[in-house]
Nanobody, 120 residues
């Protein structure tokens, strides 16, 4: 059974940092393209960025370029991170992960997500 577990969210002041963690289980590949998404209240879920299976490729939404970085765990290849620096109030959202590079491959298997709130 495919499932995703996200953690690491919280309340942070503008300009602060957080690191999110995603663990993917049940995937057919031991090392997959993975991506992060976020959904703000009243908004559709949007792609934040992705990492290719070989780690050579990264893509980021223009709103997070230079501030967010996606990386992969060295021991568990289907565990990824989202390092978020210089956070802004508009980054407030529930953050999710999924398999895939530009789009989610498991649209019916979203995790619970992790809430990120940027506020003073």
């Amino acid at each position: 059974q495919v499932h995703f577990v996200e953690s690491g969210g919280g309340l942070v002041q503008p300009g602060g940092s957080l690191r999110l963690l995603c663990i993917a289980a049940g995937l057919s590949r031991s090392r997959s393209d993975m991506s992060w998404y976020r959904q703000a209240p009243g908004q559709e879920r949007e792609l934040v960025g992705g990492i290719s299976a070989d780690d050579y490729g990264r893509n980021y939404d223009e709103s997070v370029v230079g501030r967010f970085t996606i990386s992969r765990d060295n021991v568990m290849p289907n565990m990824i991170y989202l390092q978020m620096n210089s956070l802004k109030p508009e980054d407030t959202a529930v953050y999710y992960c999924n398999e895939g590079y530009y789009r989610p491959l498991w649209n019916d298997h979203w995790g619970q997500g992790t809430q990120v709130t940027v506020s003073s």
